[in-house]
């Protein structure tokens, strides 16, 4: 019965429902909005450094993240690779070797990184689209690609032979000569400082250990189920491996994006201050405005316990709308911002651009952002309903029903 | 007008929860405008200080060629030296001076290697003008190791896996272009704001590296400069250019031009959620001011009726919402003031709100600070908006019927 | 010439199917100093016809010319200034702003009008005086009492000088004392002064003190009649 009084309530005064449904909708829009912005710069920074770089997950052998020696890696065949490669959520799966050289040309010494590309496969993405002159290395050949300031630092070119030195497996000695083939320019002044990109064959040659690597880079799914995917990885794995997060490989970007977490927080509260003060104006001015009603409802004989339970469900039915009309609304606008970022221009974006960064501000599509704010605000509608429950309680139907 | 003025005042003191409610939102809407803005510039304020006070200083000298090509060879022509000195002491808005040689090379452990950027100093003069000395995580100084000591970041300490007292390899190239090795003590782990430079950059002393580059006169690639007033850096470093010859002043947004980025971005961010929280509050007004129009159809009907015309009908509710938000606009800002004048000088603790792993430092506590003149622009910024939502309810009051408007309940 | 002169009147609703003439060709005229009673039933369109002469709603068809202006060609803010100068409304609900004192309720109009202060405060003092009110002057509409508020709204209706007052359902809300002492004084006001009064009521009190019943029924005038008093 009441269910029924209290719809049909809904419905009489459309112009009072449509004014606090439109209240609650805009509060889940603009605190979901706000998240949007925030969590969508985060996913981006954990992009840009992660996927195309280190992978989400790595697997090394123990002890390799602690003293990166080439006697530290491990070897492909003793990897579950098909296995893993099979695991829900896991994407792609890349063996990587990386081992620290000495490059000399001329005079010039540098110290360098130097990467192994699989050449029979296609070439990762990042050196893809690093590559600004030149070609990828002949399979055949000792042929490398060189990160623009480190060829700028020795004064290379392409063309020109250079000198690796280093220490292999088991020191064995490493020293090889490589022609440059290309050069990268990845916009991150700390890959062009110190990058060479071989063919991963040719460096484990080199290393004299064929099959050996440093570490296999797990791309996921989805980024969001981390540590399952981890946990799932390591259990196909024994003890002589160990299993990394990109939170444990690179822990100043997480902290980074926890600052920012931690900063968005508090701007979310300040919000949501405000997003409360605005919805309490409208279920304060709805309740004056229903005084006259609800003393006429107690006249004629209903009792406060009933009066006060029409309001909560007629409240909790237009917060619930509310909360879903605020939702259904604030999608396809992360959706266009997500989809057309808000794009920085001029002199800024360059520089953006220099740190490795695509200079746009994207917003994320994250569904929970949408599922957590919106029951933030369904809560705060529903502590509000208080309000109309404290007006009837006091409420004197004479005076109620006096203009 | 007058009338209309007063009427609309007296209307505002009528419904005073209503007007409470429009009057709040301001208030708030201030408030929060503000202590948004000044949490961003003072996170942004306190980083940028940081990093010019230990790394940049306000304006460098560097001899041309070094800043084509950063090399040994390219420094300072020893000849100049003693002008540039005396041109730097001489200019009456400098506070402190340093001078320190720079070379590239490569610092070795059992743990890996690094490419590093070696600045031998004088550390008397170091501690004067930079904020290293007191930037140390662990060790000292340069007052325990006699042979070698060296200062390295934190970054570059984890990478290879250092601590104090441990010795690390660094090589570089002489004069004469031939590689030399020697071994430094760990003295100091030092930490910036910023992860990059720890990880690339460490001190030793000047002598030590004069010994090592077998350089025969004194070889000075770069001075650090602190001046009084760091609004003043162009002007500074223009006026020493004029008087210097074979090197170049530059003042730190030339320098370092990320940070000036940094301003650009964290202003971009803050303007994205100062709009969204002036629509929440422009919303918030609409909304009440709409329900007093409509609670007041009878009475602006008749106003109508007995001949006010729309325009008076119009100005008098905006004049409703504009009374309460002039009102509105002190305190907002009084709160305002004092928030931030409190959590400038107490601070707020991020490590208290999320729940992160910070590393020890100081990053996880922001101070507000705040560009005066924001809170006159962030004030009328809010005034206007609250003033412009004002419109939309008033507008609608203009369609009344004023026979329907009369006769409704 | 005539204050009112309303020629084929013609308003219809819509409503659904159906079509309502809530006045259906009416024709009338009302002479300076007259003290007119429109009455009807609920429905009968008497409160749709006052609108139209008050130049608060628009008629379907017809025109309405007062005090020589045919007002059916006014629009927008004319039309409010035309009211503003020729007549004078008061209403069942009292209608009196809520946070203005009697005498700026009053005063109100004539400030609107843009009258000088002096005349201003010399008429309303007046205005308050004959309708018996010259104590209450300082007192806000909600420490007035029904009959009190009435008689601010009909010193209200006045202070501009209109050609005539229209007074719709004035004493539905008064009880008998406060009624008669209304009547009284706009009887009064009609007898010593000629203004010229137009009522739409069904309350037997008012039609009895008229000189002139107009009754109306389905939009349409069932009777015009005269009383000599």
Excluded at chain 2, 20 to 34: K, P
Excluded at chain 2, 318 to 340: F, K
């Amino acid at each position: 019965m009441l269910l029924k009084l209290a719809w049909k309530n809904i419905w009489r005064n459309r112009r009072r429902t449509l004014i606090t449904i439109s209240a609650i909708g805009f509060a889940v829009l603009f605190a979901v909005m706000m998240r949007s912005v925030n969590q969508g710069v985060e996913e981006q920074m954990v992009k840009t450094s992660v996927e195309n770089r280190l992978g989400y997950i790595q697997i090394h052998t123990q002890g390799y993240w602690e003293e990166k020696a080439i006697d530290n890696a491990m070897f492909a065949d003793d990897i579950p690779m098909q296995k893993i490669e099979n695991l829900h959520n896991v994407a792609s799966i890349a063996p990587a070797l990386e081992v620290g050289m000495i490059v000399s040309f001329k005079n010039n010494s540098r110290g360098t990184f130097m990467s192994g590309i699989d050449l029979n496969a296609e070439p990762p993405q990042l050196v893809k689209n690093a590559l600004i002159a030149g070609n990828f290395p002949d399979i055949n050949k000792n042929e490398v690609l060189l990160g623009i300031e480190l060829a700028d630092f020795i004064d290379a070119e392409i063309g020109d032979t250079l000198v690796y030195l280093g220490v292999g497996y088991h020191g064995a000695s490493a020293a090889g000569l490589y022609v440059v083939s290309g050069l990268l320019d990845f916009h991150m002044p700390e890959l062009n400082r110190l990058s060479s990109y071989v063919g991963l064959s040719n460096l484990q040659e080199l290393m004299q250990a064929p099959g050996i690597l440093t570490s296999i880079n797990i791309n996921l799914n989805q980024p969001k189920k981390l540590l399952e995917t981890q946990t799932a990885i390591q259990k196909e794995m024994t003890n002589e491996y160990e299993v990394m997060t990109w939170k444990e490989l690179l822990p100043d970007l997480e902290q980074l994006i926890q600052t920012s977490i931690a900063k968005g927080y508090i701007m979310n509260i300040i919000l949501y201050l405000i997003i409360s003060f605005v919805m309490f104006g409208t279920v304060l001015m709805a309740t004056q405005e229903r005084k006259y009603e609800m003393g006429v409802l107690q006249a004629i004989g209903m009792k406060r316990r009933k009066a006060m339970a029409l309001v909560v469900i007629e409240n909790v039915i237009i917060s619930i709308f509310g909360v879903i009309v605020g939702a259904l609304g604030a999608f396809p606008i992360m959706y266009y911002f997500h989809t057309n970022p808000l794009e920085i221009t001029g002199e800024q974006a360059a520089q953006i651009q220099e740190m490795g960064i695509d200079p746009v501000i994207p917003f994320s599509i994250d569904p929970m952002i949408l599922v957590n704010h919106g029951l933030v605000v369904l809560f705060i509608s529903i502590l509000l309903i208080l309000y109309p429950i404290m007006i009837i309680r006091k409420l004197k139907p004479v005076e109620a029903m006096k203009l | 007008m007058k009338t209309i003025i007063k009427i609309a005042w007296r209307n505002v003191w009528r419904n005073r929860l209503r007007s409470g409610v429009v009057f709040g939102s301001v208030v708030i809407g201030i408030w929060a405008g503000l202590f948004v803005v000044a949490m961003s510039q003072g996170m942004l304020a306190q980083q940028k200080r940081g990093m010019l006070e230990s790394q940049i200083s306000n304006i460098q000298i560097h001899a041309d060629s070094y800043l084509a090509d950063p090399k040994l060879e390219n420094c300072i022509p020893p000849n100049e030296l003693a002008n540039i000195e005396t041109v730097i002491a001489s200019a009456p808005e400098v506070k402190h001076f340093v001078k320190r040689s720079i070379t590239m090379g490569t610092g070795t452990t059992a743990s890996g290697f690094s490419n590093l950027k070696i600045m031998g100093i004088d550390p008397e003069k170091e501690k004067e003008t930079t904020t290293i000395s007191e930037r140390l995580l662990s060790g000292s100084y340069f007052t325990t190791f006699k042979n070698k000591p060296v200062l390295i970041g934190r970054e570059l300490a984890d990478e290879l896996n250092l601590e104090v007292g441990k010795s690390l390899n660094l090589s570089f190239q002489n004069i004469n272009g031939e590689f030399v090795q020697a071994g430094f003590k760990v003295e100091g782990i030092f930490a910036t704001p910023s992860l990059q430079y720890d990880k690339s950059n460490l001190f030793i002393l000047q002598s030590d590296f004069m010994e090592l580059v077998e350089a025969d006169a004194e070889m000075i690639h770069e001075y650090a400069i602190v001046i009084d007033d760091l609004e003043k850096s162009t002007a500074v470093s223009e006026s020493i250019n004029q008087k210097i010859n074979g090197a170049k002043a530059q003042d730190w947004a030339e320098i370092a031009p990320d940070i000036s980025y940094m301003d650009e971005a964290s202003e971009l961010g803050q303007n994205i959620i100062l709009v969204i929280i002036v629509f929440a509050l422009a919303f918030g007004i609409v909304n009440t001011m709409l329900m007093a129009v409509l609670e007041r159809k009878r009475e602006l009907g008749m106003l109508l009726c007995i001949g006010m015309n729309k325009t008076s009908v119009f100005l008098m509710i905006m004049i409703e919402t504009i009374c309460l938000s002039v009102i509105a606009a002190p305190i907002g800002l009084m709160l305002a003031w004092g928030t931030i004048t409190y959590f400038g000088i107490v601070g707020i603790n991020l490590e208290s709100v999320g729940d992160a792993l910070y590393k020890a430092g100081i990053d996880s506590m922001v101070f507000t600070a705040i560009d005066p003149w924001a809170y006159v622009t962030i004030t009328i910024f809010i005034l206007i908006a609250s003033i412009i939502a004002a419109i939309v309810p008033a507008r609608k009051a203009l369609k009344y019927n004023p026979a329907e408007a009369v006769r409704a309940v | 010439m005539s204050v009112i002169k309303t020629e084929n009147l013609v308003k219809t609703y819509t409503q659904g199917d159906y079509t309502i003439h809530a006045v259906d060709d009416v024709s009338l005229e009302i002479q300076k100093g007259e003290f007119t009673v429109i009455c009807g039933p609920s429905g009968s369109g008497k409160t749709t016809l006052l609108n139209i002469i008050g130049g608060l709603d628009e008629p379907t068809s017809g025109k309405v010319t007062i005090h020589g202006q045919e007002i059916t060609q006014l629009k927008g803010n004319q039309l409010i200034d035309f009211r503003l100068q020729n007549i004078g409304f008061v209403f069942q609900a009292y209608n009196l702003i809520p946070v203005l004192t009697a005498k700026e309720n009053v005063g109100f109009v004539m400030l609107l009008q843009g009258r000088p202060e002096a005349e201003r405060n010399a008429r309303t003092e007046e205005l308050l005086k004959a309708v018996g009110l010259e104590k209450e002057m300082k007192k806000k509409p909600t420490q007035m009492s029904g009959g009190q508020q009435q008689r601010v709204a009909v010193a209200r209706a006045l202070a501009s000088r209109p050609q005539f007052i229209l007074a719709d359902e004035p004493t539905a809300n008064l009880d008998s004392a406060s009624t008669e002492n209304l009547l009284d004084i706009m009887a009064k006001m009609n007898e010593e002064e000629g203004i010229t009064f137009v009522f739409s009521t069904h309350d037997q009190r008012v039609i009895d003190r008229a000189k002139r019943v107009i009754t109306v029924e389905d939009g349409k005038i069932l009777k015009d009649e005269h009383f000599k008093k």
